[in-house]
């Protein structure tokens, strides 16, 4: 039994210890002193991680729910001590809840773990929900007090940590097998690696600042993701999530065996079914293909497939995965001769980044890709190494409220709360205070507080009147509005004078517009 209260104790002295050195003391002491079954959620808990890494769960909250101290104290037996295990049992619990009355199951859940936790317990689960520790512990740090705590060579840790892109295994990794264990974690054909994943940006400004002014873009196709691996003569490919999709694609297990070199290898990229007029196919159409066993040969013949490749995680037997994305690329050109590549462009400036993007979308692909030439492969890993850029679309909300401007814009009413009609009323979906000229600050401010309902201090509420066409680059689900939806980076377009708030868009109509992005992007791939 493993007390979740020596955990939040580490929490309190890591934060009060602002040394390195002493940090990663403590932390190699506790991980050295646990069970082998608890390193894994110890860790994935103390880099502010519900779960591990390479495990798809969420948590889908914000924060735990605020318990009474006179329940606690109300409640006459004492509480038996939290254990990690009970933690990680509840984090299981709130991710698998769903379906009507989820909210209510999560909430209930969570607060049975509040009511037996010390204020000092709640806090670091707080923390670990919220996905930020404050405890100075990076994933760096983390790794050499794994290699400190279980006597492995940190270069081999760290190998380990890139091919499998999750600390938490890397930990139980290196307490059960040590060393010889880690060093054989590294990729090699037959064992799916988790594909690497990109962040949205808003703008190609972001992406080269954010990769120190040199990107490289790709085109990004809207099929589905694939990795294949060779070794001699066997073949596997894989989805997304990790299905092994080989015996639905031989036409690609033939690609593969006839234009791709022949040593082992294994290889990042997404795959296109096209229509007669070489058109690309939908989601839906394509899944057809990856789920097909049996008449196999039909559909091959039906629906053809085109690869992209864009990525090449080892060739010639030797892992790349930490190797910068500048020489996996080399690598890729070698073992595919150059064919099957996704079309790409370096770029050092963002007008030479938005012609590439008109390319991609004037070919009919969805957006690009920007990536880090000097980035390792992070399997599992989302950061700003990969970015995806796609167009906005968007849709008309209505304002309901606004907050007052504050630094340039005080003054103004000027961040505005959008949301869209949910039946008779209106649902939020976001704010945004970008998009308008000064003039139509102004404007808009004046208009606003004729319309005002109530003034409370910050926020004025004010009819829903006003129509705005709003582009967004992704619609997310978020448990801040009671709508359940968000718009990710929305900015005002145009003002919809023209447009009465009962014309505007409604929640359903976005609800299908988020089903709709996985309409083309599987999600259950
Ligand atoms: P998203 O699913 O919107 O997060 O976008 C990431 C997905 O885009 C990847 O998982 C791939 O399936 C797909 N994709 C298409 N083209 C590329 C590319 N050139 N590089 C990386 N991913 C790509």
């Not at 949205?200 to 196709?221: C, H, M, N, P, R």
């Not at 003569?233 to 070199?261: F, H, K, M, Q, Y």
């Not at 005080?410 to 009323?425: F, T």
């Not at 910050?458 to 009671?482: C, D, F, G, L, M």
């Amino acid at each position: 039994m493993v007390e979740f209260g020596r955990l939040a104790d580490l929490c309190r002295r890591l934060r009060a210890s602002p040394g390195r050195l002493v940090k990663l003391g403590l932390l190699a002491d506790y991980l050295r002193a646990l069970p082998a079954d608890a390193v894994g959620t110890a860790v994935a808990f103390l880099t502010a991680r519900a779960f591990p890494a390479s495990d798809p769960r969420v948590l889908g909250v914000r924060g735990l729910p605020d318990v009474q101290r006179s329940a606690v104290a109300a409640n006459a037996a004492p509480a038996p001590l939290l254990t990690l295990g009970d933690v990680a049992a509840a984090f299981a619990a709130v991710a698998v809840a769903g379906g009507a009355g989820a909210r209510r199951t999560r909430d209930e859940l969570l607060r049975g773990l509040a009511a037996r936790a010390s204020e000092e317990e709640r806090e670091t689960l707080q923390r670990i929900i919220a996905g930020e520790m404050r405890t100075g512990v990076s994933n760096g740090l983390m790794l050499e007090a794994i290699t400190r705590a279980f006597g492995a060579p940190l270069e081999t840790t760290r190998r380990a940590a890139q091919s499998l892109g999750d600390l938490s295994e890397v930990a139980t990794l290196a307490v059960r097998g040590g060393a010889a264990a880690l060093a054989a974690s590294s990729a090699r054909p037959g064992v799916p690696l988790l594909p690497m994943l990109a962040q949205i940006a808003e703008d190609f400004e972001e992406v080269l600042e954010a990769q120190g002014g040199t990107s490289a873009l790709e085109y990004k196709y809207d099929g589905a993701r694939i990795q294949l691996h060779r070794d001699g003569e066997r073949i596997w490919i894989w989805t997304r999530r990790l299905s092994d999709v080989t015996a639905s694609l031989p036409d690609v297990v033939e690609t593969a065996r006839r234009e791709l070199g022949a040593a082992p290898f294994i290889l990042d990229g997404e795959v296109l079914a096209l229509d007669a007029a070489g058109r690309p196919l939908p989601f839906q159409e394509l899944m057809r293909r990856f789920r097909r066993v049996h008449e196999v040969e039909r559909l091959v013949r039906e629906m053809p497939l085109t690869l992209h490749f864009f990525d090449c995680l080892m060739a010639d037997g030797h892992s790349l995965v930490g190797e910068p994305y500048a020489r996996r690329w080399e690598a890729l050109a070698a073992v595919t001769g150059g064919r099957h590549l996704a079309e790409r462009a370096i770029v050092t400036s963002p007008a030479e980044a938005r012609d590439f993007l008109a390319r991609a979308l004037a070919a009919g692909h969805e957006g690009v890709m920007a990536k880090d030439l000097r980035s390792a492969y992070e399997p599992g890993g989302r950061g700003k190494r990969w970015f995806k850029l796609k167009t906005a679309q968007t849709v008309d909300c209505v304002i309901v409220a606004v907050d007052r401007g504050s630094g340039r814009r005080s003054g103004w009413l000027s961040n505005y709360h959008l949301a869209v009609r949910d039946g008779d009323a209106f649902a939020d979906v976001g704010k945004t205070f970008k998009g308008l000229t000064d003039q139509q600050f102004v404007a808009m401010t004046e208009r606003l507080w004729a319309l005002a309902t109530s003034d409370e201090g910050y926020t004025v509420r004010v009819r829903p009147e006003v129509v705005v066409e709003v582009a967004y680059n992704e619609i997310q689900k978020s448990p801040t509005y009671r709508s359940g939806m968000a718009l990710r980076f929305a900015r005002i377009t145009r003002i919809r004078d023209d447009k009465a708030p009962e014309q505007a868009t409604t929640l359903d109509e976005l609800r299908a517009l988020y089903e709709r992005q996985f309409a083309t992007k599987g999600r259950s791939v």
